[in-house]
């Protein structure tokens, strides 16, 4: 059974940063790329970030470039997004998730994150 | 990258039928045939509905349908059932490789 599980999320002071984790089992995970979704209270799905099979190959929303890293450890089957430079507007459930193309579907997900940045 | 367009809401009886459109550009809906929509129940990650703009993923309804005119997907949803009520969100590839979605429909049955 596949099973995705995010950790790490928060509170977290505007400028700080965070590194959410995302533990996957029962699948190949190193044959997938994975990404990350995030969600802020009572609004839409917001694409964050991709990072290919191999990890050689990372994608990121406008918004998340040069503050947000995708990062994978295929010895360790996890995922990874480091957070830096946080804002208040940042604060989401992030969930991850495994694509079955390059950039999607998403076909299973984790159960998601809180994050919140405030002081 | 701008959101996809959806309707915020929209609603049907048991059983009858129901469709969502989702507008982009030929940038993203119009130039690939990567279009996936998401079915989201109140505090529950979404689940994958339809991929690729028509194929449905093992275990999924026949109930639920994709297709695509132009720069617009649209979800359809036949035999509306009371489970069925939730949000929706149809998301595509982009030509910046990246992946950009709808802002969300809530389904309601009433």
């Known amino acids: 059974e596949v099973q995705l599980l995010e950790s790490g999320g928060g509170l977290v002071q505007p400028g700080g940063s965070l590194r959410l984790s995302c533990a996957a089992s029962g699948f190949t995970f190193s044959r997938f790329a994975m990404g990350w979704v995030r969600q802020a209270p009572g609004k839409g799905l917001e694409w964050v970030s991709v990072?290919?099979?191999?990890?050689?190959?990372?994608y990121y929303a406008d918004s998340m470039k040069g503050r947000f890293t995708i990062s994978r450890d295929n010895s360790k089957n996890t995922l990874y997004l480091q957070m830096n430079s946080l804002r208040a507007e940042d604060t989401a459930v992030y969930y991850c998730?495994?694509?079955?193309?390059?950039?999607?579907?998403?076909?299973?997900w984790g159960q998601g994150t809180l994050v919140t940045v405030s002081s | 990258q701008s959101a996809l367009t959806q309707p915020a809401s929209v609603s049907g009886s048991p059983g009858q039928s129901i469709t969502i459109s989702c507008t982009g550009t030929s940038s993203d809906v119009g130039g690939y045939n990567y279009v996936s929509w998401y079915q989201q129940h109140p505090g529950k990650a979404p689940k994958l509905m339809i991929y690729d703009v028509s194929n449905r993923p093992s275990g999924v309804s026949n109930r639920f349908s994709g297709s695509k005119s132009g720069n617009t997907a649209s979800l359809t949803i036949s035999g509306l059932q009371a489970d069925d009520e939730a949000d929706y969100y149809c998301s595509s590839y982009t030509s910046s490789t990246t992946l950009v979605f709808g802002g969300g429909t809530k389904l309601t049955v009433l």
């Open positions: 990072i290919s099979d191999s990890g050689r190959n990372t």
């Open positions: 998730g495994r694509a079955q193309g390059r950039v999607d579907p998403f076909d299973y």
